[in-house]
């Protein structure tokens, strides 16, 4: 537990001031073939303050978390911004301010787990694997826990303490077409600590008998053919479009740094039935995966509604954005670990569910694709896009067909959206991602599925 | 504790009190002065200080491992008492085991402290130069960083081995717009012992600014063909890595690596020979320690096309029975060839200059696809117009083995020394 109240160091604060204090504790457990290859844990812990002077920032950290240290980092901070602004001439105009407080634990009330435990249940799931399905090549359960706990006190009035915890299974089984290996993964778990995540292994079963038999269709499977096709993107895939391929390029440091967004502030860059939103702590009625509160400017965290039926509305801003485009901040200012500054983050990026259902999409296409689980992904600030597909299957005459093995599908976003013909009415969460900004961070990805044309990559 | 040596022989020992039969730590400090450029503008100057501590121990065959930040005696006690509970709760595994008695070495390499006036002086003129050299090239962000790390390695072998190491580093991500044209994005990165010389002449930074200006107008491709690829030094890096992703220790360990039944077999073109050269004087930022307790040795991955070395640390090593690799790889040379880079270009019919490359994981099976970023069209020899919108596709196998030529350059990174390389049978589609 780290300390909450830092109030006592507002009087040391002598310009605009952020002081943090924070714990990141992970747990990492890997099993290869029912071995155990990594069981680790880790505590990181420290304060860091960030100091704006004049319109130029310094930042400082160190690993005590001591009166003394709390003070030195102030004042290297305060040294730092200094060093600038006795350099460099800047219009320091104000920063925004919606300061407030906020103290949130998801913390889980039950009793914890010992290592043996988390380390049986692993077992217990690498065992119905190897026992249940003889076709298995290889299998890795991979599980990594992680809890964020923060403290922080602004110049500007804002206070706040969150202990935000995430609990994530990886599950992969590899088989093997004509000598060659043949993988597929899925992922579990979500926000929380591991004992109000997973009640037990058995829960697991069914999803572990549908991952199988995904993978024996896929050894079976094809190289999709290549050039633009009518494909459905499932949840999963919306959802890191949604982030990486639109939300990126509307992050306001990205959109200073020449993102085409920048020129389309108010213009259709979407098909009408896309709405697309950067949740803050709630979506529909549930929390999100990666609640954000209060961000680490202290900035009161709000929903940012970027594009609403197909009309670019706005960009994601920290204070420092918001100032310069005459904007109001929403708590998209993030920080990963307590050495780290805060920067510009999507929280929990979805495309809103729209009335079609899902079976209906997947009829009304002749020929395409059913793209179901990405593997990775990247966008431009072109807002050109390329994710990586793991799992998909074959749409021929309204009817799903052979599945297909990993490909890349491409595109730019602002054109691909306007494709959009149909959004399903469901929603799914994928509360695994870790977006690379600059930092590691948790954030959550989601959406229903989408009905458009894209570009794939085949053979 | 009265120095840093100290505290970790007091890790080691907490460990042995503990109850752990076999034991290692790595204690590392490290301190690091980052100045920003953010936006077209210099924004943060950032020191960090920080602290790790990983702790390892093994009993009855049983591992486990612990990392905090901090080195208080108390934290050090608590974090050997969990290392002991962690390594009870796992299961037995012959493989475990640290690394053997070796000298004690200590190792010293790159400045001791930066100088913040040369740093800022350094990032004020590559403003300037870019903002007079190239208008419509937009700095989103630029990096220069120095950072200090010293480590020490201890275990219960008597191995003690420690490095100090210094190094500046430079990272600038730029787009060009012109109106409402813009390029993609592109970036760069070089690592440098000191800052003699002027930021626009480390690595190929200022050609790839002068090529960003270029891509605002970047045309698309519409067809299909197989044809070259003419990987650049900057992208080869992440080829190389692709190709050491099968010769780690997960695919190995699994079974599934393509090239598991390939030492001393032939997997690439004769021309390709590839090391990892942590101990290179040449590069700036390299290493003396393993992750896994040895001295860092150079090492040959794939010479004159024929696979030298997997990449297995002491327990991937154990676990496969093949060969530990001398070092934690990184730090690659690729030997130059004999063709100078304007023969390799006029030797093209049809392919492509790839400069990023923008792609998914490859399979299991290294099958691989993705987006040719910053990339030019090459016919009959010439370099005809950078491109946008194309992808390619391929094989790592047969990628390696239709190598075609590497040229005589290389370009000087300072983590890695590559030259541009020719590759045939690649796919390449557009829209």
Same mark, same amino acid.
């Given at each position: 537990?780290?300390?909450?109240?830092?109030?006592?160091?507002?009087?040391?604060?002598?310009?605009?001031?952020?002081?943090?204090?924070?714990?990141?504790?992970?747990?990492?457990?890997?099993?290869?073939?029912?071995?155990?290859? /990594?069981?680790?844990?880790?505590?990181?812990?420290?304060?860091?303050?960030?100091?704006?002077?004049?319109?130029?920032?310094?930042?400082?950290? /160190? =690993?005590?978390?001591?009166?003394?240290?709390?003070?030195?980092?102030?004042?290297? /901070?305060?040294?730092? #911004?200094?060093?600038?602004?006795?350099?460099?001439?800047?219009?320091? #105009?104000?920063?925004?301010?919606?300061?407030?407080?906020?103290?949130?634990?998801?913390?889980?009330?039950?009793?914890?787990?010992?290592?043996?435990?988390?380390?049986?249940?692993?077992?217990?799931?690498?065992? &119905?694997?190897?026992?249940?399905?003889?076709?298995?090549?290889?299998?890795?359960?991979?599980?990594?826990?992680?809890?964020?706990?923060?403290?922080?006190?602004?110049?500007?009035?804002?206070?706040?303490?969150?202990?935000?915890?995430?609990?994530?299974?990886?599950?992969? &089984?590899?088989?093997?077409?004509? %000598?060659?290996?043949?993988?597929? &993964?899925?992922?579990?778990?979500?926000?929380?600590?591991?004992?109000?995540?997973?009640?037990? #292994?058995?829960?697991?079963?069914?999803?572990?008998?549908?991952?199988?038999?995904?993978?024996?269709?896929?050894?079976?499977?094809?190289?999709?053919?290549?050039?633009?096709?009518?494909?459905?993107?499932?949840?999963?895939?919306?959802?890191?479009?949604?982030?990486?391929?639109?939300?990126?390029?509307?992050?306001?440091?990205?959109?200073?740094?020449?993102?085409?967004?920048?020129?389309?502030?108010?213009?259709?860059?979407?098909? #009408?039935?896309?709405?697309?939103?950067?949740?803050?702590?709630?979506?529909?009625?549930?929390?999100? =995966?990666?609640?954000?509160?209060?961000?680490?400017?202290?900035?009161?965290?709000?929903?940012?509604?970027?594009?609403?039926? %197909?009309?670019?509305?706005?960009?994601?801003?920290?204070?420092?954005?918001?100032?310069?485009?005459?904007?109001?901040?929403?708590?998209?200012?993030?920080?990963?670990?307590?050495?780290?500054?805060?920067?510009?983050?999507?929280?929990?990026?979805?495309?809103?569910?729209?009335?079609?259902?899902?079976?209906?999409?997947?009829?009304?296409?002749?020929?395409?694709?059913?793209?179901?689980?990405?593997?990775?992904?990247?966008?431009?600030?072109?807002?050109?896009?390329?994710?990586?597909?793991?799992?998909?299957?074959?749409?021929?005459?309204?009817?799903?067909?052979?599945?297909?093995?990993?490909?890349?599908?491409?595109?730019?976003?602002?054109?691909?959206?306007?494709?959009?013909?149909?959004?399903?009415?469901?929603?799914?969460?994928?509360?695994?991602?870790?977006?690379?900004?600059?930092?590691?961070?948790?954030?959550?990805?989601?959406?229903?599925?989408?009905?458009?044309?894209?570009?794939?990559?085949?053979? | 504790?009265?120095?840093?040596?100290?505290?970790?022989?007091?890790?080691?020992?907490?460990?042995?009190?503990?109850?752990?039969?076999?034991?290692?730590?790595?204690?590392?400090?490290?301190?690091?002065?980052?100045?920003?450029?953010?936006?077209?503008?210099? +924004?943060?100057?950032?020191?960090?200080?920080?602290?790790?501590?990983?702790?390892?121990?093994?009993?009855?065959?049983?591992?486990?491992?612990?990392?905090?930040?901090?080195?208080?005696?108390?934290?050090?006690?608590?974090?050997?008492?969990?290392?002991?509970?962690?390594?009870?709760?796992?299961?037995?595994?012959?493989?475990?085991?640290?690394?053997?008695?070796?000298?004690?070495?200590?190792?010293?390499?790159?400045?001791?402290?930066?100088?913040?006036?040369?740093?800022?002086?350094?990032?004020?003129?590559?403003?300037?130069?870019?903002?007079?050299?190239?208008?419509?090239?937009?700095?989103?962000?630029?990096?220069?960083?120095?950072?200090?790390?010293?480590?020490?390695?201890?275990?219960?072998?008597?191995?003690?081995?420690?490095?100090?190491?210094? @190094?500046?580093?430079?990272?600038?991500?730029?787009?060009?717009?012109?109106?409402?044209?813009?390029?993609?994005?592109?970036?760069?990165?070089?690592?440098?012992?000191?800052?003699?010389?002027?930021?626009?002449?480390?690595?190929?930074?200022?050609?790839?600014? $002068?090529?960003?200006?270029?891509?605002?107008?970047?045309?698309?491709? $519409?067809?299909?063909?197989?044809?070259?690829?003419? !990987?650049?030094?900057?992208?080869?890096?992440?080829?190389?890595?692709?190709?050491?992703?099968?010769?780690?220790?997960?695919?190995?360990?699994?079974?599934?690596?393509?090239?598991?039944?390939?030492?001393?077999?032939?997997?690439?073109?004769?021309?390709?020979?590839?090391?990892?050269?942590?101990?290179?004087?040449?590069?700036?930022?390299?290493?003396?320690?393993?992750?896994?307790?040895?001295?860092?040795?150079?090492?040959?991955? !794939?010479?004159?096309?024929?696979?030298?070395?997997?990449?297995?640390?002491?327990?991937?090593?154990?676990?496969?029975?093949?060969?530990?690799?001398?070092? $934690?790889?990184?730090?690659?040379?690729?030997?130059?060839?004999?063709?100078?880079?304007?023969?390799?270009?006029? +030797?093209?019919?049809?392919?492509?200059?790839?400069?990023?490359?923008?792609?998914?994981?490859?399979?299991?099976?290294?099958?691989?696809?993705?987006?040719?970023?910053?990339?030019?069209?090459?016919?009959?020899?010439?370099?005809?117009?950078?491109?946008?919108?194309?992808?390619?596709?391929?094989?790592?196998?047969?990628?390696?083995?239709?190598?075609?030529?590497? +040229?005589?350059?290389?370009?000087?990174?300072?983590?890695?020394?590559?030259? @541009?390389?020719?590759?045939?049978?690649?796919?390449?589609?557009?829209?």
């Amino acid at each position: 537990m780290i300390p909450v109240d830092l109030a006592d160091y507002t009087g040391s604060f002598s310009e605009y001031t952020e002081l943090r204090v924070q714990e990141n504790r992970s747990l990492n457990v890997s099993l290869v073939n029912g071995d155990v290859m /990594s069981n680790s844990v880790s505590t990181v812990s420290g304060v860091s303050a960030r100091t704006c002077s004049s319109g130029f920032w310094g930042f400082a950290s /160190s =690993p005590l978390i001591d009166d003394e240290s709390i003070r030195g980092v102030i004042a290297a /901070s305060t040294r730092n #911004s200094r060093f600038l602004s006795s350099r460099e001439k800047r219009d320091g #105009s104000p920063l925004p301010s919606r300061p407030g407080s906020c103290s949130i634990d998801f913390s889980t009330g039950k009793p914890r787990l010992s290592q043996k435990d988390i380390i049986r249940f692993m077992k217990d799931i690498d065992a &119905m694997i190897r026992d249940r399905y003889g076709r298995i090549a290889s299998r890795t359960l991979s599980l990594q826990l992680l809890d964020m706990e923060k403290s922080l006190v602004t110049s500007d009035g804002s206070s706040g303490y969150t202990m935000i915890p995430r609990s994530i299974l990886y599950v992969s &089984m590899s088989t093997e077409r004509d %000598g060659e290996p043949v993988q597929l &993964m899925d992922v579990h778990g979500g926000r929380g600590q591991f004992e109000d995540v997973f009640s037990g #292994s058995e829960e697991l079963g069914s999803k572990l008998e549908e991952l199988y038999g995904q993978l024996m269709r896929k050894a079976e499977g094809v190289h999709p053919e290549t050039g633009i096709k009518e494909c459905i993107l499932d949840a999963d895939l919306a959802g890191i479009l949604s982030h990486e391929a639109i939300g990126h390029t509307t992050e306001a440091d990205i959109v200073r740094g020449g993102s085409v967004a920048g020129d389309y502030i108010d213009m259709q860059v979407a098909s #009408s039935l896309v709405t697309l939103v950067d949740f803050a702590s709630e979506a529909l009625g549930e929390t999100c =995966p990666v609640p954000v509160y209060m961000d680490d400017e202290g900035t009161v965290a709000e929903d940012a509604v970027i594009i609403e039926d %197909g009309i670019l509305r706005r960009f994601l801003h920290n204070k420092e954005s918001a100032a310069f485009f005459r904007a109001t901040p929403t708590g998209n200012a993030r920080a990963y670990r307590f050495s780290d500054e805060p920067i510009i983050r999507m929280r929990n990026t979805a495309i809103l569910p729209g009335k079609s259902k899902l079976e209906d999409m997947i009829g009304s296409v002749d020929d395409g694709y059913y793209l179901m689980k990405p593997s990775n992904g990247q966008a431009d600030s072109t807002s050109e896009f390329m994710f990586g597909v793991v799992q998909g299957y074959e749409i021929k005459k309204g009817r799903l067909g052979r599945a297909i093995r990993d490909t890349t599908i491409s595109g730019v976003a602002f054109d691909m959206l306007k494709t959009v013909t149909a959004v399903s009415d469901d929603m799914k969460w994928s509360c695994s991602g870790m977006c690379g900004k600059k930092q590691a961070i948790p954030v959550g990805m989601g959406g229903p599925a989408v009905k458009c044309m894209m570009n794939i990559g085949g053979k | 504790m009265k120095d840093r040596a100290d505290v970790a022989a007091f890790s080691l020992e907490a460990l042995k009190k503990a109850g752990l039969e076999k034991s290692e730590c790595t204690l590392r400090y490290a301190r690091r002065d980052e100045l920003n450029l953010d936006s077209g503008e210099i +924004s943060l100057l950032r020191t960090t200080d920080d602290v790790s501590l990983a702790m390892t121990g093994i009993v009855n065959d049983s591992e486990g491992s612990i990392s905090i930040n901090k080195t208080d005696r108390e934290s050090i006690s608590d974090a050997a008492a969990r290392t002991l509970e962690m390594a009870v709760s796992s299961e037995p595994d012959a493989a475990n085991d640290i690394s053997p008695n070796q000298p004690v070495r200590e190792f010293e390499k790159g400045p001791e402290a930066p100088d913040l006036d040369l740093m800022y002086e350094r990032m004020r003129g590559f403003l300037e130069f870019t903002r007079e050299k190239y208008p419509s090239l937009i700095l989103e962000q630029v990096i220069l960083d120095f950072t200090r790390v010293s480590k020490y390695y201890m275990n219960s072998n008597g191995v003690d081995l420690r490095s100090r190491r210094g @190094w500046y580093s430079f990272t600038p991500m730029f787009t060009s717009k012109e109106g409402r044209e813009t390029s993609s994005f592109n970036y760069a990165g070089v690592s440098m012992s000191d800052l003699a010389e002027d930021l626009r002449k480390c690595g190929t930074i200022d050609t790839l600014m $002068s090529q960003s200006t270029e891509q605002v107008r970047s045309m698309e491709f $519409s067809g299909k063909f197989m044809g070259d690829i003419i !990987i650049t030094p900057d992208c080869l890096d992440d080829f190389i890595q692709l190709t050491c992703m099968y010769l780690s220790d997960y695919p190995m360990i699994k079974g599934t690596s393509i090239f598991r039944d390939s030492l001393d077999s032939r997997i690439a073109d004769p021309c390709l020979t590839i090391r990892c050269m942590p101990l290179s004087e040449k590069m700036a930022s390299t290493y003396f320690l393993t992750d896994d307790g040895f001295a860092a040795e150079n090492s040959t991955i !794939i010479e004159k096309g024929i696979l030298k070395s997997f990449l297995l640390s002491l327990y991937g090593s154990n676990k496969t029975g093949k060969a530990r690799a001398l070092n $934690s790889g990184g730090a690659f040379v690729v030997e130059p060839g004999e063709q100078s880079l304007e023969d390799i270009v006029s +030797s093209v019919k049809r392919g492509v200059m790839l400069c990023r490359f923008s792609g998914g994981m490859p399979s299991e099976g290294g099958d691989f696809s993705g987006v040719a970023k910053n990339s030019y069209y090459i016919e009959d020899g010439r370099i005809r117009y950078p491109v946008k919108e194309i992808m390619i596709s391929g094989n790592i196998r047969s990628l390696l083995m239709n190598i075609r030529g590497v +040229s005589r350059e290389s370009v000087n990174f300072g983590y890695s020394i590559l030259p @541009w390389v020719r590759a045939g049978e690649v796919a390449v589609f557009g829209k």
